[in-house]
Nanobody, 120 residues
Framework: QVQLVESGGGLVQAGGSLRLSCAAS????????RAWFRQAPGKEREFVAA????????RYVDPVKGRFTISRDNAKNMVYLQMNSLKPEDTAVYYC?????????????WGKGTQVIVSS
């Protein structure tokens, strides 16, 4: 089965930036729905950002609007999450997800996550 792999996480100080990447194990893999979720210690997983592959339309959770940008590269079949002006509350494991339908509630493919730690 197709697997998603995240990369780009790390430790950064408040106000800094990181760019997360999500790659699919199969070059031909295509789904119209791609998204990023995150889970902080002791909290449940929450939606962060999503993109509709067919037209590039994006959606974000309110706390990251204006700071995070989700994008995709058609040629590389990759999805990115550019995170700027990071805050300590952004600390979490970030997961890449994919589903047949964009902006839906069901995602059939998930990565194993990449850790993001924002220090103050």
């Amino acid at each position: 089965q197709v697997q998603l792999v995240e990369s780009g996480g790390g430790l950064v100080q408040a106000g800094g930036s990181l760019r997360l990447s999500c790659a699919a194990s199969e070059r031909s893999f295509r789904t119209d729905g791609r998204a990023w979720f995150r889970q902080a210690p002791g909290k449940e997983r929450e939606f962060v950002a999503a993109i509709r592959w067919s037209d590039g339309i994006t959606r974000y959770v309110d706390p990251v609007k204006g700071r995070f940008t989700i994008s995709r590269d058609n040629a590389k079949n990759m999805v990115y999450l550019q995170m700027n002006s990071l805050k300590p509350e952004d600390t979490a494991v970030y997961y890449c997800a994919a589903g047949v339908q964009a902006f839906g509630t069901r995602y059939d493919y998930w990565g194993k996550g990449t850790q993001v730690i924002v220090s103050s």
